[in-house]
């Protein structure tokens, strides 16, 4: 369902893009999204003032996008302030996808508390936001909340224990945010946090003498062989020397999403059905599918690296028109970003065991060149920074906010269908 939003409400929309952070479970598996929707407004000079003119266009965005489309299967965080509350637009949300996040300034006013109240028996769910400590209003929100965010940066050291034996509560699920590193996780696994969100999971923990396992090192093989344009009888027999890829690429075309018309059983056929560009990005992405397995796009490193590379892949092609194979390193370098978390290995160790161009080698090691750029500005967007920063970087790109905002739905939803048929 649309909602009709005020001339004013569309100028603010031009100026939003979207930052999608995982949120997972104990299993380390991906089961909602927090969707921030930030103000790129410094990239035209203009400034939002009117906090109910800014929660209408975001709930507004939110409700326009369709929640399957942005976060597929998982389940979508939204913040609220105290306006987005009380208004009648926020009836437009789907209760049944998403989850209302009671921002740290909304107070535990009366009015506010029968709000909340009132939208739960219509069927919608309640998280609160960046608690730290017991106040007055976490108090009285928390019974009525079922999901309770702990902001465990903002926190005195040392307290993050004593808080969540006073919050952990059979009623209520606690989530770590802002969990950075493996050690942040630990801690919180051990303290009965039941949901992480923080970008720990994507961060290289790298093990010395740690090698590519012998399945990713023939991945990687069949890559190079694109790379040199082997011969498809090449190509074939490196494929069928192992099991997993066989039986992977057998279930990848016959899939609705390749369209095959007949039923593939052969490895010739199907590399003829699927053609070498596609092969190459199915390859890159499958080294992020362990064991085979067939949910998982559940995997956050998996969803982040295809979201990466096909981000990428549309701002060549917007900002360079005509220019397949410039898109295609696009792709490349956001699916390769990610490959030094993957091995458990530097990325120059990474680089060492595949042969890549000079100019991915330099956005991979050093964030250089105009790959490197694009990069650099995933990465900030993943993590919702302030719009000044990627107002920007957005400039040195020759990119509008809503430019962006749009490559980024096509990315999702691209990624939502693809990694549904690996």
């Not at 998403?98 to 028996?121: D, F, G, M, N, S």
């Not at 465990?152 to 989530?175: E, F, Y």
């Not at 057998?250 to 560009?277: C, D, F, Y």
């Amino acid at each position: 369902m649309m909602i009709a939003v005020s001339p004013a409400s569309a100028r603010l929309a031009d100026n939003f893009f979207l930052a999608r952070q995982p949120i997972l479970n104990r299993g380390q598996r991906l089961v909602a999204y927090e969707l921030l929707f930030r103000d790129a407004a410094s990239y035209n000079g203009a400034h939002v003032t009117d906090d109910t003119e800014a929660t209408a266009t975001v709930i507004a965005h939110a409700s326009e996008l369709g929640m399957g489309q942005v976060v597929g299967d998982q389940m979508a965080f939204v913040n609220v302030d105290a306006v987005g509350l009380m208004s009648d637009f926020i009836r437009f949300l789907p209760n049944d996808k998403v989850i209302l996040e009671i921002l740290e300034t909304v107070k535990a006013t009366p009015e506010v508390l029968e709000r909340v109240r009132e939208l739960k028996q219509a069927g919608f769910r309640f998280a609160l936001d960046d608690v730290i400590g017991q106040s007055d209003d976490v108090q009285k929100f928390t019974p009525l909340c079922d999901v309770i965010k702990v902001d465990i940066k903002d926190m005195r050291p040392g307290t993050l224990p004593a808080l969540a034996r006073i919050l952990k509560n059979p009623k209520q699920k606690l989530l770590a945010e802002k969990v950075e590193t493996i050690e942040e996780f630990e801690e919180c696994m051990e303290l009965g946090f039941e949901y992480f969100q923080g970008y720990y999971f994507a961060r290289p923990v790298i093990l010395s003498g740690k090698k590519i396992s012998p399945s990713q090192m023939s991945v990687l093989h069949l890559l190079e062989l694109l790379d040199k344009d082997a011969s498809n009888q090449e190509i074939e027999t490196s494929v069928k020397h192992d099991a997993l890829i066989t039986l992977n690429l057998l279930r990848l075309v016959n899939t609705p999403a390749v369209g095959a018309r007949q039923r593939i059983n052969s490895v010739g056929h199907a590399l003829m059905v699927l053609g070498r560009r596609q092969l190459r990005r199915w390859l890159q992405i499958l080294l992020y599918v362990k064991n085979g397995g067939t949910q998982e796009f559940t995997s956050p490193l998996l969803q982040l690296a295809t979201t990466r590379g096909k981000t990428m892949e549309l701002m060549v092609e917007h900002r360079k028109p005509g220019q397949r194979v410039s898109a295609d390193i696009g792709f490349t370098v956001g699916v390769m970003s990610l490959m030094d978390t993957l091995f458990s290995i530097q990325m120059r160790d990474v680089l060492e065991s595949v042969n890549v161009l000079d100019e991915v080698r330099a956005a991979l090691l050093h964030r250089s060149g105009d790959y490197g750029s694009m990069l650099s500005l995933i990465e900030h967007i993943e993590r919702g920074r302030d719009g000044q920063i990627l107002a920007q970087m957005l400039h040195q790109l020759d990119l509008r906010p809503a430019e962006l905002y749009a490559i980024q739905l096509s990315a999702i939803e691209w990624v939502t269908e693809y990694t549904r048929g690996i």
